[in-house]
């Protein structure tokens, strides 16, 4: 079913719908088969305008089997088409699913559009002349039945029996055979008068450029791609598999022809400990986890804040605590970024909005850590890592350098090299490549003696360090922070942070629509914050801080800027509800207009 909702979401990208997309899926790799824990399903949302969500309300079901029916029903609308494989309604399979009677029979369904039908004799009967057994034949009934939506939502096949041929080219037997499941179900559609009604979308508008569908793992991976190639330096990717970081592994040990390393390290501290080793070395250091990997990461993260080398960490953030929920999203690593390390131990950290911003915000990230020489955390999660959107991809060439400035001559009177001489505008320190002839210097985990650099115990020297590492990530350049207040005259603000930006413009558009008035500010850094957010705080009424934990940005915000934010909060592993936010901000806003 990903591979069926992965093809469909492209083939509507390629025909110029935007688009957004939900995988969800089981984290046992061999989910009881007929279970509800095992159902594993792609929601795609498609348009002819811009949207920014995967959509909440279905309008469009396909339930390959019992268990796939009961968990997304409630999900589907009232008069929504309902898709259904009846060959697998056993009495098995619904005992599995929890069901007493058949959904089939019992008029349950009689609020929606059923379409059933025997998709397994339907696949069988379709490829009958490729000689597969059995189970083969009933893995191709997904390509049947993406015909058959296809051809309900008048999409093209060519795309996808174009990636049918590549993808299979050296299984002529499997080519073909799915191949004539997807025409199959096309045709279904076509000739057997089952729907009453065949959507058609049209192409939203978009400015002109060159679009591809892109996953925020992949994008992730191009921008560091993309960053090293603007600082003219190699890239080291560190890394540990683990769910759902794991896709950052994958993408980029593909990209060895653009000059990229990678590691799979025996744990996650060999993998950051290797990075480290190479941003030291003259790289960019990169290693990427997910929330249980970065608290092991930590120690090591705080040697990187210690001896102010460049590092790029990225925390793919999923449901925890402990092993959790693997392949479900949330944000409750916000505060482990900040806070998870001993001592005072400040580091930039940012946080992408969107699958195409992951692009984008790994750029900047590297930019901070290779000018300012610091570790640096990216917050993607789970839903940004697997989900996708449609990507304008810009132009290299009009990218702004990454200008790294490796040290190379003494900078000290007497000829000799100090490692924590600093520019006196930005406090960043020199980095020296080690090799590099009458730059010899030590660095390492114990505490620096302000200039040289040399382990020091002195409790004056240790305040200052401490404080100049502050004041060091404190002066970072921030951009200031947009306000989205059309109107002028909003009371309620309402502040978000990482992923939860589709759903914070969804309902706010929603509550602009209904004729009131509330203003939006998204935040992609989190540390240092933009220098004028406190101003923007200070001027609403109320601040509304919606997030998938129990209010990590909230507590900050009251604590750094003394405002009364309020937390509006769902940590069910999914992304925020619209709806539900949606009525929760008109109540607010009626409430402070009384």
């Known amino acids: 079913m990903q591979l069926t909702g992965d093809r469909f979401g492209a083939d509507a990208a390629h025909q110029g719908n935007d688009i957004a997309t939900l995988p969800d899926f089981p984290a046992e790799i061999r989910a009881p088969q007929g279970s509800l824990g095992g159902v594993s399903s792609f929601q795609v949302h498609f348009a002819d305008r811009d949207i920014v969500t995967p959509g909440e309300e279905l309008d469009a079901l396909v339930a390959m089997n019992p268990a796939a029916l009961k968990v997304h029903l409630s999900s589907l609308k009232r008069g929504g088409v309902v898709i259904i494989d009846e060959s697998q309604f056993t009495k098995r399979n619904l005992t599995r699913a929890g069901y007493q009677v058949n959904p089939l029979d019992d008029g349950s369904l009689g609020s929606y559009q059923v379409v059933s039908l025997d998709l397994t004799v339907a696949t069988k009967l379709a490829v009958a002349d490729f000689g597969l057994g059995r189970k083969a034949v009933s893995r191709t009934r997904n390509m049947f039945a993406l015909g058959l939506v296809s051809w309900l939502y008048s999409r093209e096949l060519t795309p996808t029996l174009e990636w049918i041929a590549a993808?299979?080219?050296?299984?002529?037997?499997?080519?073909?055979?799915?191949?004539?499941?997807?025409?199959?179900?096309?045709?279904h559609g076509d000739t057997t008068e089952i729907f009453a009604v065949r959507y058609e979308v049209d192409p939203a508008e978009v400015p002109a450029g060159c679009y591809r569908q892109i996953a925020g793992s992949h994008a992730l991976s191009l921008g560091l791609v993309t960053a090293a190639h603007l600082a003219k330096v190699p890239l080291f990717l560190g890394s540990y598999p683990i769910t759902p970081a794991s896709d950052l592994l994958h993408q980029l040990s593909r990209m060895k022809s653009h000059g990229v390393q990678t590691f799979q390290a025996e744990d996650e501290i060999a993998a950051i400990g290797a990075a480290l080793g190479a941003s030291f070395g003259g790289a960019l250091g990169v290693?990427?986890?997910?929330?249980?990997?970065?608290?092991?990461?930590?120690?090591?993260?705080?040697?990187?804040?210690?001896?102010?080398l460049p590092l790029v960490?990225?925390?793919?953030?999923?449901?925890?605590?402990?092993?959790?929920?693997?392949?479900?999203?949330?944000?409750?690593?916000?505060?482990?970024?900040?806070?998870?390390?001993?001592?005072?131990?400040?580091?930039?950290?940012?946080?992408?909005?969107?699958?195409?911003d992951c692009f984008d915000v790994a750029i900047e990230a590297a930019r901070i850590a290779l000018t300012h020489r610091t570790p640096v955390v990216v917050l993607s999660d789970g839903y940004l890592s697997n989900g996708a959107e449609p990507w304008a991809i810009p132009s290299v060439k009009e990218m702004e350098p990454i200008n790294v400035?490796?040290?190379?001559?003494?900078?000290?009177?007497?000829?000799?090299?100090?490692?924590?001489?600093?520019d006196p505008e930005t406090l960043d320190r020199p980095w020296a490549v080690p090799g590099t002839p009458r730059l010899e210097h030590r660095i390492g985990g114990l505490e620096k003696s302000d200039r040289s650099g040399s382990v020091s115990y002195d409790a004056d020297n240790h305040d200052t360090m401490v404080r100049i590492r502050a004041e060091h990530?404190?002066?970072?350049?921030?951009?200031?922070?947009?306000v989205d207040d059309p109107s002028g005259s909003a009371r309620v603000l309402i502040v978000g942070w990482g992923s939860t930006w589709g759903s914070i413009t969804a309902a706010v558009r929603r509550v602009r629509e209904q004729g009131h008035a509330i203003a939006k500010v998204h935040l992609r850094h989190l540390h240092p914050m933009p220098a004028n957010l406190g101003e923007i705080l200070?001027?609403?009424?109320?601040?509304?801080?919606?997030?998938?934990?129990?209010?990590?940005?909230?507590?900050?915000?009251?604590?750094v800027y003394l405002v009364d934010a309020r937390c509006w909060s769902r940590v069910r592993g999914m992304p925020l509800p619209v709806g539900e936010l949606t009525d929760h901000l008109v109540h607010e806003i009626k409430e402070t207009t009384r």
């Open 405 to 422: 400035g490796f040290a190379t001559t003494p900078n000290s009177p007497d000829g000799t090299f100090l490692p924590y001489l600093r």
């Open 167 to 187: 993808k299979f080219a050296d299984k002529p037997q499997i080519r073909d055979a799915n191949t004539a499941a997807l025409r199959a179900g096309w045709n």
């Open 538 to 559: 200070h001027g609403y009424q109320k601040v509304i801080v919606p997030e998938m934990n129990l209010g990590q940005l909230t507590m900050l915000l009251r604590s």
């Open 287 to 308: 290693t990427t986890t997910s929330g249980p990997g970065f608290a092991l990461k930590q120690e090591m993260l705080n040697l990187a804040v210690m001896t102010e």
């Open 313 to 356: 960490v990225v925390d793919v953030q999923r449901a925890g605590p402990s092993t959790g929920m693997p392949t479900k999203t949330e944000q409750t690593d916000l505060l482990q970024a900040l806070f998870g390390r001993n001592g005072e131990s400040p580091l930039p950290v940012l946080a992408p909005r969107s699958p195409a």
């Open 473 to 482: 990530i404190a002066r970072i350049p921030v951009a200031d922070a947009v």
